[in-house]
């Protein structure tokens, strides 16, 4: 039967409390349940005058501010504070009656340019709640999974110019040197010749944007072009983030990994296999994993031959004689060990100018065909044969279900395919805030789903549970 509402309510008047207008199912109730944000007060209160000056917002009113928008996906911090207003739950959340003046939607980043750029709360904020997260031993560090995405700058790709910038060497460069002169001296071979120092280093063009100078220009697939952040991410089994960095979008994923797996190491000694995608498996970072006691998981990654020539497996490399025999079964021999760390094999030109595979090996006009093969090669062998054990590929597999869905649901539900800040330490800001909030929301969903509902008995659960677990986490 139709119904019309003829009751005007609008203007009524009733006697009600801002708690019973907040359903008793809503996350923020689980959020706010889930972990005390007092910590902040002593993480602040140095940066704030005792004596002096009006009367601040509450910083953790600020904090609650921020982290109600990067929950929600809320795109502004303008938009954030028009959502407070008239949103009962949000007030709820923020301790504020139904008629309470909300704080203006600039008060957060006059705070930010003043008090909170440098001093490291927001990595404080994250390491609280994964800290949280460890002490209920919903954390499973026995793998993790290691990847990057990139986030859009809010920067035109037309506003920019070309600059000559110098190429840095490489972190690893001494180590590599190192281990280049010792193959070279075991081969008879002589130093390589130190660069004279009076030249200039060498050089390459980039093209930097004029709006956001610390994004980078990122080539995404074959045609387009833009200027992009990169965000390097660890997470465990559970998609519980472990840690994370941002660097320009013209940075490659490998050039990242090194101090995103020192940290980790720190904070999770127990560690036992590191799933990366294709674009980390190097020899330096293969080795580094291998140093580190742990294993690598990685995909098959395809040969880079040109069609129709045999492909670099086919090259079978003799430990015991130090050659290379190639699919005539002819060998190549040791030649040199060049400065990029890869020792050099050629062969006979006078045996490859009559092969009849010569056509499938080399386009040479000297017949002579060089086989590369890096110091550090042996590595790589090591992580292939990890990657056909079963358990690499049922770690591999779970990189689908964890690291992917992980930016998945960063970029579609909190808004973190666009950078809203310009500067890497802003999108820093943001991409810890949102991966501490996804953090929150996922330790809310599972201290409800194992009835730790309470402050006090989540507290004694979770010093019961740390106690038990001898979990490290510095």
């Not at 705070?111 to 909170?116: G, L």
């Not at 990366?276 to 580094?288: C, E, F, H, L, R």
Request: glycine share 4%.
């Amino acid at each position: 039967m139709l119904n019309k509402h003829q009751r005007e309510s609008r203007r009524e008047i009733q006697i009600i409390s801002i708690e019973d207008l907040v359903p008793e199912n809503h996350i923020l109730r689980d959020i706010d349940r889930a972990i005390n944000l007092d910590f902040i007060y002593d993480e602040v209160k140095d940066l704030y005058c005792s004596d002096n000056g009006r009367p601040s917002v509450d910083p953790v009113v600020l904090f609650k501010i921020v982290l109600l928008q990067y929950t929600f996906g809320i795109r502004s911090m303008r938009q954030t504070i028009r959502e407070i207003e008239v949103n009962m739950a949000y007030r709820w959340y923020l301790g504020y009656g139904m008629t309470e003046k909300i704080p203006h939607f600039s008060t957060f980043g006059k705070n930010y340019v003043r008090r909170f750029e440098d001093n490291g709360i927001f990595e404080k904020i994250f390491e609280q709640i994964l800290l949280e997260a460890v002490k209920c031993r919903f954390v499973d560090a026995s793998a993790v999974f290691i990847d990057a995405t990139h986030i859009k700058a809010n920067a035109n790709k037309k506003k920019a110019v070309n600059e000559v910038v110098k190429v840095e060497a490489k972190h690893y460069h001494d180590e590599l040197m190192a281990e280049i002169e010792s193959d070279r001296a075991v081969h008879g071979k002589k130093p390589l010749k130190n660069k004279d120092d009076d030249n200039e280093p060498p050089t390459k063009n980039v093209k930097k944007s004029t709006t956001d100078p610390d994004c980078g220009l990122f080539h995404k697939g074959e045609h387009k072009v833009e200027f992009a952040y990169t965000t390097h991410v660890a997470c465990d089994k559970h998609n519980f983030i472990l840690d994370s960095t941002v660097s320009a979008g013209n940075v490659h994923d490998s050039v990242m990994f090194d101090g995103l797996y020192r940290n980790l190491l720190t904070k999770f000694p127990e560690i036992d296999m590191v799933a990366v995608d294709s674009g980390y498996k190097t020899p330096w970072i293969m080795k580094q994993i291998f140093d580190s006691g742990k294993l690598p998981s990685t995909p098959y990654k395809r040969p880079m031959t040109k069609q129709g020539f045999f492909k670099k497996y086919e090259y079978v490399y003799d430990e015991y004689y130090d050659c290379i025999i190639c699919p005539n079964n002819q060998i190549l021999k040791y030649s040199t060990t060049n400065r990029d760390g890869y020792k050099e094999f050629k062969s006979n030109p006078l045996i490859c100018k009559s092969c009849p595979m010569r056509a499938q090996c080399t386009e040479s006009k000297d017949c002579v065909k060089v086989v590369t093969r890096h110091v550090w090669e042996e590595y790589i062998e090591k992580a292939e044969d990890v990657r056909h054990s079963p358990e690499g590929k049922e770690i591999y597999t779970m990189r689908s279900q964890t690291i992917e869905r992980v930016f998945a649901d960063a970029k579609e539900k909190h808004f973190m395919r666009y950078a809203q800040l310009r500067g890497l330490a802003k999108l820093r800001m943001q991409t810890l805030l949102t991966f501490a909030c996804m953090n929150l929301k996922k330790l809310a969903a599972w201290k409800r789903k194992n009835g730790i509902l309470s402050t006090v008995s989540s507290e004694i659960l979770c010093i019961f549970n740390f106690a038990m677990s001898k979990v490290s986490f510095a």
